[in-house]
């Protein structure tokens, strides 16, 4: 696995290489589906410590329609997409491209278009079980905190790698407390339900909606929401009642009272949540200011690796299923 770990540095240190003297002023993620959503801990990172960065993420076909003004030649552009071809993906790659931005794709694919037509590229791990230092959540935020350092000198890259390099241990010592009965507790919640809300919040909202709209919505068939905690008390606490069936996925970090808010006021009304915690993690190496982005990686561990597994084979439906998405042309 260190070897992993070696190339994707190697290629942090080329995308250090190619903005080296640059002037930019805005700082783009985008991507479709769950490979946006990968990003968006990453955007939240650069849009909370950036001090000169305009910080914005969203689909890319809306990019495209929405065609910013302050998009150009001092733009950066990450560009996500796990195949490397996704259309929209590959269109707002080209766009920017033509816009003068300086652009960066990330695919899990060599030789796709979004590796071989961004100004620079980063190639990661899919598979399950590589090293989430080489997965999507961890280069997009080792990208992020790269760029950060060149353009304004901030070093939290100095000692992201390190912490970052302990999440494997992490990740197991998580499904260690979220296997056996909290395991079993979930699937007897949830596999026979017809509808999910899954709340969350600031890094760790990518989860909910991960969970929501790729997991349940997409690969499950289960009609399910994401929520963010801050909105909670904005309307949807009009849906908690004892037959409601809610996760409640509590980060750590300045978000915390927001998720604990909504976690107790859900608890007080639904007979039906289940909790996972990042208070449960053992993050007492990782420091405070890096907490709720690894912890935010550990919870998505955990849906994608634990929880996830067992819930399909539960419902005999496997995660490979598909009834529309790349089966038809639409």
């Known amino acids: 696995m260190q070897k992993e ?108 278009p ?11 791990q899919e598979a399950r079980g590589a090293h989430p230092y080489t997965q999507m959540y961890g280069i997009t935020l080792l990208i992020t905190f790269t760029i950060l350092d060149v353009l304004e000198g901030n070093r ?3 000692r992201l790698p390190g912490q970052m390099e302990r999440l494997d241990a992490l990740c197991a010592k998580a499904g260690e407390v979220y296997g056996g009965e909290k395991l079993d507790e979930f699937i007897a919640r949830f596999a026979s339900k017809n509808m999910i809300y899954v709340v ?21 068939w289960m009609d399910a929401s994401p929520i963010n905690s801050a909105e909670f008390f904005h309307g949807c606490l009009e849906i908690a009642d004892r037959y409601s069936n809610f996760v409640m996925l509590v980060g750590v970090g300045a978000s915390r009272k927001m998720d ?26 990782i420091d405070d200011d890096l907490k709720p982005y690894i912890a935010q990686i550990i919870t998505h561990y955990l849906i994608a690796s ?16 598909r009834r529309y998405y790349g089966k038809m042309e639409y």
């Open 5 to 112: 770990i070696m190339e994707i540095n190697r290629q942090l240190e080329e995308i250090r290489a190619a903005l080296a003297g640059k002037e930019f002023d805005s700082l783009f993620f985008t991507g479709c589906g769950g490979g946006l959503q990968y990003t968006e801990p990453s955007r939240y990172a650069a849009a909370a410590q950036s001090k000169r960065l305009r910080v914005y993420g969203m689909p890319a076909a809306e990019l495209m329609a929405m065609d910013p003004a302050c998009l150009g030649e001092r733009s950066i552009v990450i560009v996500s997409s796990l195949n490397g071809v996704m259309p929209e993906a590959v269109q707002a790659l080209r766009w920017a491209n033509e816009k003068g931005a300086f652009t960066i794709g990330t695919t899990a694919f060599p030789g796709t």
């Open 114 to 124: 979004v590796d071989r037509e961004s100004k620079t590229s980063l190639i990661y």
């Open 156 to 158: 939290t890259i100095g």
């Open 306 to 321: 634990v929880f996830m597994p067992r819930l399909a084979e539960a419902r005999h439906h496997s995660l490979d299923r």
């Open 260 to 285: 604990e808010r909504a976690r107790d006021f859900i608890d007080r009304f639904c007979d039906g949540m289940f909790v996972v915690d990042a208070a449960d993690y053992d993050l007492s190496a």
């Open 200 to 220: 969350g919040s600031g890094p760790n909202y990518a989860n909910a909606y991960y969970l929501a709209t790729c997991y349940l919505l997409e690969i499950q």
